[in-house]
């Protein structure tokens, strides 16, 4: 693609995906041209659930009808695209249904890629429409960037899994997409509050995807106050593709709100980015009886709190007791509890995620009740105001994985979360883990949630959080949610087979992965999948191993919870191993994983030295006398010491 055509299409405003790119890359996308013996062009078959049918589309043309009673079928058609690796794709399709059920989303399309060897490296996937639609309905959604590694992209138009009915499909479309220049303004303070000290405002930048260098631009952080008066004009300290940065002391801005903008245009061309958010300066920051402070750390009832925790689907007594015994001081929901339900957490000194991440209307799991926008703010006014002074209550969980398309709505979500209850954080769960810095004005909490056993390397979970804890600038608190279910509650027949749950050793290697990287609360996924899979995996030996993983993460809570200030550290090391330190009570610990499959070196300089160093787990290093460390890894071991001066 030529650069100058690509600069025209940038000055012209084209940023979203609203038709950025004009080439529709699907062939044969009304399903019209046949060949001779009939055989619908450029897409597979899927008979006899999906058929190409004349007179089934829109407006009476040719279409793909799918009728299914059977919810064990689970295949679609599926047509190769040309691609580019590293850009990003819109895509859509008009579907009309008829009593379409299940617990699934229903019609839809999706887009996804596979490596060399074939194997699934990821895709983008948009809600659908279920039920008996009103005619015909436009889906549609825009994919993250498409890996490197990549060697094919396939489209699809489909049923989500488990799904029974009638549905049809028509004019489908996959074009080249941009997103914005820039997408959010981010302050490393809590809620953009703060009444001294420094404070670094972020911009999440798109430049790799529209073809722009960060050295072809000019950028402007504006702050302005109340009244629109410019306040200062400073350009940022850090500008690169993926975020443009400026710190500032908050006694430099005036007591009350102002508004900081972001500009940024390429310097050759016309082409422009804006975004914007506000921030408070108060005389004294509010008392909360939650929430995050400058060390990305959350701080509950006074003190700091290290959410260990996991996924529940409802909650029984029973059960509780169970949960209660082990090392976990936390756990969410998916069925919101109710009070004698938080009361029972509180009694067994439990704190609750609360979830209210279903209250979207239009979205597959909203309650029957949700329709409106107004029904959705009703409910959660209802919710919150019943449970924000529950001593049980640690955050709120207002986003399950959500499609950006639907980023305006999720930040009038926090907006109203911050006016309801500004007592509590709220915490997000995405996979889109590649396009966190475009959320970042929809949660005060940020986590993803890498599951790879077994089809992936273990490493993803290291993978995932560093760019999770990039993109979000490194100033949000991180809470991951690492695997540690089986597939195969999610699979049938072979695929069920196919999967596994992780080992002891993978669980406890994806765990420290997150903490290393900078996760600071981590809620496993999930408790009641442990319980699912009794028959294929006794529930009481993966229970055990999974109290044995977290047990050794709550021994440590002390330290990973310091905010003691450490030597400075020079590693050495392949892009496997990451290292995190901390300072507790004397001591210097340091923490470092490898998240490859194979064994490695690295090594780590320790300003000033020390006298001597203990393993906390993990063989020991290497130790040269003058504060140098030599770690010998093998594959994906975490290796803890402590040194001692």
């Excluded at 009350?256 to 016309?270: K, L, M, P, Q, T």
């Excluded at 979500?413 to 883990?433: A, F, G, K, N, S």
């Excluded at 009794?534 to 330290?559: G, H, L, T, Y």
Aim: hydrophobic share 40%; aromatic share 10%.
């Amino acid at each position: 693609m030529r650069k100058a055509w690509l600069m025209a299409v940038l000055a012209a405003g084209v940023w979203s995906a609203a038709g950025a790119g004009t080439e529709n890359l699907v062939k044969n996308p009304g399903f019209e041209e046949t060949d001779a013996p009939g055989t619908t062009m450029a897409w597979s078959d899927r008979k006899p659930v999906y058929r190409f049918i004349d007179g089934c589309g829109r407006m009476g043309s040719r279409g793909l009808a799918f009728d299914n009673n059977d919810p064990k079928f689970y295949s679609f058609p599926t047509q190769p695209i040309a691609f580019e690796p590293g850009a990003c794709y819109e895509f859509e399709v008009w579907v009309r249904t008829e009593a379409l059920e299940g617990e699934e989303s229903g019609a839809s399309i999706c887009m996804e890629w596979y490596g060399a060897d074939g194997k699934w490296l990821g895709g983008a996937y948009t809600e659908g429409v279920r039920g008996t639609s009103e005619g015909w309905v436009r889906v549609k959604g825009s994919g993250r960037a498409i890996p490197e590694k990549a060697a094919r992209v396939v489209v699809a138009p489909y049923v989500r899994r488990g799904m029974t009915g009638k549905a049809w499909f028509d004019d489908m479309r996959v074009s080249r997409y941009y997103p914005p220049l820039a997408s959010t303004v981010s302050a490393s303070c809590y809620r953009h509050v703060a009444a001294s000290g420094p404070v670094t405002f972020s911009a999440a930048l798109g430049l790799k995807h529209s073809g722009i260098k960060a050295d072809e631009c000019a950028a402007l952080f504006v702050f302005k106050d109340k009244s629109g008066a410019t306040l200062k004009k400073l350009k940022p300290e850090i500008l690169e593709e993926a975020r443009a940065q400026i710190t500032l002391d908050a006694t430099e801005l005036p007591i009350g709100e102002s508004r900081v903008h972001f500009e940024i245009s390429a310097r050759d061309a016309a082409a422009k980015g804006t975004a914007s958010t506000f921030f408070r300066r108060v005389e004294r920051l509010p008392e909360r009886k939650a929430y995050i402070d400058a060390h990305r750390r959350l701080i509950a009832d006074g003190q700091p709190f290290f959410p260990l925790g996991m996924y529940w689907s409802g909650i029984k007594e029973p059960d509780l007791e169970v949960y209660a015994k082990g090392p976990f001081n936390c756990l969410m929901p998916y069925g919101s509890p109710s009070t004698n339900q938080m009361d029972l957490c509180h009694a067994h000194g439990l704190k609750v995620l609360y979830s209210i991440k279903d209250l979207y209307h239009g979205t597959r799991w909203a309650p029957k009740h949700i329709k409106t926008a107004e029904d959705e703010t009703a409910a959660i006014k209802r919710t919150v105001e019943l449970h924000r002074h529950h001593p049980a209550l640690l955050a709120w969980y207002i986003n399950d994985e959500l499609p950006i398309e639907m980023n305006d709505r999720l930040a009038a979500r926090q907006r109203l979360m911050e006016e309801l209850d500004p007592d509590h954080p709220t915490w997000v769960v995405l996979y889109q883990y590649d396009q966190v810095g475009r959320y970042m004005d929809t949660f005060d909490v940020i986590g993803t949630d890498p599951y790879p056993i077994p089809k992936e390397p273990v490493g993803t979970a290291l993978e995932w959080t560093r760019v999770t804890r990039d993109l979000s600038h490194n100033s949000r608190a991180l809470w991951q949610v690492p695997q540690v279910f089986d597939w195969g509650a999610y699979r049938k027949g072979v695929e069920q087979e196919k999967a596994r749950a992780p080992t002891l050793a993978e669980m406890r290697a994806m765990a420290w992965q997150c903490i290393a990287a900078g996760a600071n609360g981590l809620v496993f996924y999930s408790f009641f999948d442990l319980q699912k899979m009794n028959e294929r995996n006794p529930f009481e030996r993966r229970w055990s191993e999974v109290c044995e993983m977290a047990a050794e993460i709550k021994r440590f809570m002390p330290i990973l919870l310091s905010i003691e200030p450490v030597p400075s550290v020079k590693v050495e090391a392949p892009v496997s191993v990451e290292t995190r330190l901390w300072r507790h009570a004397g001591s210097v610990y340091l923490l470092a994983v490898n998240g490859a499959d194979e064994p490695v070196e690295a090594k780590a300089q320790v300003a000033g030295g020390f006298k001597s160093v203990v393993p906390q787990f993990g063989p020991a290093p290497d130790n040269d006398g003058n504060g140098g460390l030599t770690f010998k890894l093998t594959p994906l071991e975490p290796v803890l010491v402590r040194m001692v001066y």
